[in-house]
T-cell receptor, first 113, second 114 residues
Framework: KQEVTQIPAALSVPEGENLVLNCSFT??????LQWFRQDPGKGLTSLLL?????REQTSGRLNASLDKSSGRSTLYIAASQPGDSATYLC????????????FGTGTRLKVLA | NAGVMQNPRHLVRRRGQEARLRCSPM?????VYWYRQLPEEGLKFMVY????????ESGMPKERFSAEFPKEGPSILRIQQVVRGDSAAYFC????????????FGEGSWLTVV
C-alpha cells in the first residue's frame, strides 16, 4: 500500500533563504508526482508535475526533483519570500490506469520577513 | 474559464442533520473527484464520478455518504445524519479526461458539525 510522507511537518525560515522540502513514497511504481500549494482555508494549487520518466521540473524559483528508485522527491524554493508561506503537499499517482492521488500530510512553511 | 466551483464554502450543521456539498467542474470537464481532508491529515480520495455514473466509490464511508453527478447540474456530495467526525474540508477536483495529467481542485467546502 502506497504511503507518502513529508518531512519536516513544519518549517520557519527567514526571508531570502533557500530551502528544501522532502517527500518520500513507499512504492516506486508511480506514474507521476505533483507538488501543490495550499493556503489556509483555500484549495490546492498545482505547482509542479513530474512524470515518472523525468528527473526534475522547474518553474520560476521552484525546482522539483524525482528519484523514483529511492522513492524520494524534493521541492527546492530559492530566495524564499513571505508570500511563499503556505502548506506544501506532495501527491503521487500510482499508475497510468489509475486516477487517484495519494497525498502526504504536507509541510507548513512560514517565511519570516 | 472559471475554475472548479464549490459551494457552500463553509457549512455548519448540528449532529443528525444532513449536509449537501456542491461542485461544478471546470467547463469542458466531465470527470469529478471528491477528496476529504480531516484535521491534521492528508487528503484522502473518496469517489470518482462521470456524468450519471459512479466510477469508483472505494473511498466513501459505507454509510451515510452518497454522491451523484447528474446529467444537468453540479456534482453533489451528500452526508446524512452528520456526526462530529464528519467535520473536515471536502475538496472537489475535475479533469477533462479520465486519465488526464492534471486535475484541478476547487477551494473546498469546510463542514463543521456542532
Amino acid at each position: 500500500k502506497q504511503e507518502v510522507t513529508q518531512i519536516p511537518a513544519a518549517l520557519s525560515v527567514p526571508e531570502g533563504e533557500n530551502l528544501v522540502l522532502n517527500c518520500s513514497f513507499t512504492d516506486s511504481a508511480i506514474y507521476n508526482l505533483q507538488w501543490f500549494r495550499q493556503d489556509p482555508g483555500k484549495g490546492l494549487t498545482s505547482l509542479l508535475l513530474i512524470q515518472s520518466s523525468q528527473r526534475e521540473q522547474t518553474s520560476g524559483r521552484l525546482n522539483a526533483s524525482l528519484d523514483k528508485s529511492s522513492g524520494r522527491s524534493t521541492l527546492y524554493i530559492a530566495a524564499s519570500q513571505p508570500g511563499d508561506s503556505a502548506t506544501y503537499l506532495c501527491a503521487v499517482r500510482e499508475g497510468s490506469g489509475t486516477y487517484k492521488y495519494i497525498f502526504g500530510t504536507g509541510t507548513r512553511l512560514k517565511v519570516l520577513a | 474559464n472559471a475554475g472548479v466551483m464549490q459551494n457552500p464554502r463553509h457549512l455548519v450543521r448540528r449532529r443528525g442533520q444532513e449536509a449537501r456539498l456542491r461542485c461544478s467542474p471546470m467547463k469542458g470537464h466531465s470527470h469529478v473527484y471528491w477528496y476529504r481532508q480531516l484535521p491534521e491529515e492528508g487528503l484522502k480520495f473518496m469517489v470518482y464520478l462521470q456524468k450519471e455514473n459512479i466510477i469508483d466509490e472505494s473511498g466513501m464511508p459505507k454509510e451515510r455518504f452518497s454522491a451523484e453527478f447528474p446529467k444537468e447540474g453540479p456534482s453533489i456530495l451528500r452526508i446524512q445524519q452528520v456526526v462530529r467526525g464528519d467535520s473536515a474540508a471536502y475538496f472537489c477536483a475535475s479533469s477533462p479526461v479520465q486519465l488526464g495529467n492534471t486535475i484541478y481542485f476547487g477551494e473546498g467546502s469546510w463542514l463543521t458539525v456542532v
